[in-house]
């Protein structure tokens, strides 16, 4: 009974591991100074509401300042700030199927175009539940590489012990480099 009791019933899990996306942006080229005048804080809420749904997740509050919009999202964050992009979400959201809406919205509304990019996300607690593209850390450096191979210079790394089967951490960077940390990357 019990394996009939799990197939009708199954025990609901949460995957707390987050996928995160970091993307910097410059003005399109032919736009002149400072990303042209253009802020990624301008694009639409009902834009980026759309672009959320692509990625199975919503905005449940929003607060803002001076230096960026803050969204509490149903399975984590988003963080728009004049010329860079954070999204970070968790479970089984499709992180990577929005890349192609984020970058259209940003072009479309903005005028800008990624400079750099970094995709990070630890070990799954229950890969098996994750959407196919996320089974194989390849297989999301290949959609990455495709859609940011225009900016250059790649990197992938898996970081952590696999043969004790520790925690892993997996990163992916593209494109120019500041040469240093970076402060708005700091977070208190």
């Known amino acids: 009974m019990g394996m009939e009791v799990a197939a009708t019933y199954p025990s609901p899990v949460f995957e707390g591991s987050e996928k995160r996306i970091s993307i910097r942006f410059r003005a399109a080229d032919g736009i002149n100074g400072n990303n042209g ?9 009902v834009d980026l509401d759309a672009m ?17 919009d803050a969204y509490v999202l149903s399975e984590s964050s988003l963080f728009v700030s004049d ?11 499709k992180l990577l199927a929005a ?22 996300r630890a070990s799954f607690l229950f890969p098996e539940q994750q ?3 996320y089974h194989r850390f390849e297989r999301e450096c290949g959609l990455l590489k495709e859609t940011f191979g225009s900016l250059g210079v790649r990197s992938a790394h898996v970081l952590g012990d696999s043969m004790n089967g520790d925690l892993q951490w997996h990163v992916f960077v593209a494109g120019e480099s500041s040469g240093g940390l970076e402060v708005s990357e700091v977070s208190e």
Do not use: W
Request: charged residues 25%; positive net charge.
């Open 37 to 45: 005048g253009n802020s990624l804080r301008s694009i639409p809420r």
């Open 99 to 120: 890349i192609p809406h984020l970058l259209e919205l940003a072009e479309k509304n903005c005028s800008m175009v990624p400079a750099r990019v970094r995709y990070s």
């Open 131 to 133: 959407p196919e593209v």
């Open 52 to 68: 959320l749904a692509v990625a199975e997740c919503e905005v449940v509050h929003q607060s803002s300042n001076e230096f960026q």
């Open 83 to 93: 010329d860079r992009m954070v999204l970070k979400t968790c479970g089984r959201t």
